[in-house]
């Protein structure tokens, strides 16, 4: 607390004098630049008022760093064409909107810092007064015709009365000064983000968005291509030998029934491998239950028929949306699946819980480890997946094991 209250104070002090030196900069540069815009003097020099405000823009981004406690988006300031002269480059930044926002915040964040500095001041001023009276008051009581203010207050003119009400004065200054100090930087940081990095970081989430989405899709179509070679070179090429069969039990019926009952008998053992495999792979499509009942019977189902024995641990009975939970679903499912093909684990563990707006889920198992997220590994999709809802992934599996995955899914 003490390096925080010491942090926003020097942000306090620094900003009052860089403000006065960027409004008395910019307004100069704006208005001489309105003025002789009619004789176009003007546009170069609202260019460089632009530039110069940009400066002191990046000088206060990072220094809302500070305060607000972690990074912020820098703007993406347009650059001029390859080959441009002198004057197309102060020209430039007239035509990037973050320029004016730039400007605008120079100008409106004087009168701003003005006044957090000045709450800033004073309130220090009262806990160092207050609190140091006994190492001055003895002075400032015996000055002839001087009224101390708890005289004027009808408290008394003594100098043990003057000590107590400063002390208690300077004392009630202290405890509150922290969230003064806080609520004045916090209310000059928010001006500082709102016209400085608010822009940026719509565009940042735009991105992350679009990237989610493009991840999503990707992962969608690798598991429906996945999905198509599995049945093109499974269920499909089992039952194709399953059609030949039954035509030559067809034939061998006529002519040696005991033939044909063999060759039935080995259609009906084909058919319950083809099933077998069908069902394996439809834990890649969501099943009925899961739209019927909800995660905790999906996932109940899912642990039933992994080879490994699972221990599943479900904290909530509530319905989501459907896309979320056939993300929960299908994370789930592509992970049992790793466990039991490469994980030799003896015990797997599968917890559902609800955290505020996100499903928390994580997975672990007793296995050798190794897992990871990289392309090419089955995890990489699970990491788009979440992706294509703003989820996250998180994976840690040491060679030897225990191997944990976590996956945080937003849920409302």
Not at 21 to 45: D, E, M, N, Q
Request: some cysteine.
């Amino acid at each position: 607390m003490t390096r925080r209250l010491m942090a926003d104070t020097g942000y306090l002090l620094l900003g009052f004098p860089l403000a006065t030196i960027s409004f008395t900069l910019l307004i100069a540069g704006a208005a001489t630049g309105a003025g002789l815009l009619v004789v176009w003097a003007g546009v170069p020099i609202l260019g460089l008022t632009l530039l110069v405000a940009r400066g002191f823009s990046d000088l206060e981004r990072s220094r809302l760093e500070s305060v607000l406690g972690r990074d912020l988006a820098r703007p993406r300031y347009p650059q001029p064409p390859d080959g441009s002269g002198r004057v197309r480059r102060l020209v430039n930044p007239l035509l990037t909107g973050q320029s004016w926002l730039d400007l605008l915040h120079g100008i409106v964040v004087f009168p701003v810092a003005v006044a957090t500095f000045c709450v800033a001041v004073t309130w220090w001023a009262a806990v160092l007064a207050g609190l140091t009276y006994p190492l001055y008051g003895w002075i400032t009581s015996e000055i002839p015709g001087n009224q101390e203010l708890p005289e004027l207050l009808g408290l008394g003119d003594s100098y043990g009365t003057n000590v107590a009400f400063y002390g208690m004065f300077g004392l009630i200054c202290l405890v509150t000064l922290f969230p003064v100090i806080r609520g004045m930087a916090l209310l000059q940081a928010g001006l500082g983000r709102a016209l400085l990095t608010g822009v940026a970081e719509l565009h940042v989430r735009i991105e992350d968005l679009t990237e989610g989405r493009n991840a999503a899709a990707h992962a969608e179509a690798n598991a429906l291509r996945r999905l198509e070679r599995d049945i093109h070179d499974g269920p499909q090429q089992r039952l194709v030998h399953l059609a030949m069969e039954l035509s030559r039990a067809q034939r061998e019926l006529e002519r040696d029934a005991a033939a044909a009952s063999a060759t039935i008998g080995q259609a009906i053992t084909a058919t319950r491998e083809t099933l077998d495999e069908l069902r394996a792979l439809s834990r890649g499509i969501a099943p009925p239950i899961l739209a019927d009942r909800g995660l905790a019977p999906a996932l109940a189902a899912l642990a039933t028929r992994c080879t490994v024995p699972v221990e599943l641990d479900v904290r909530l009975d509530e319905r989501f949306p459907a896309l979320v939970e056939n993300t929960v679903y299908f994370v789930t499912a592509e992970a049992l699946t790793n466990v039991a093909k490469h994980s030799r684990a003896t015990m797997c563990t599968v917890t559902l819980v609800r955290v505020g707006g996100t499903l928390l889920l994580t997975i672990g198992d007793d296995g050798v480890g190794g897992a990871h997220v990289a392309k090419g590994h089955g995890l990489s999709g699970l990491a788009d997946r979440l992706r294509g809802v703003e989820g996250e992934l998180a994976v840690q599996s040491p060679a030897g094991g225990p191997t944990m995955i976590v996956a945080e899914v937003p849920c409302g």
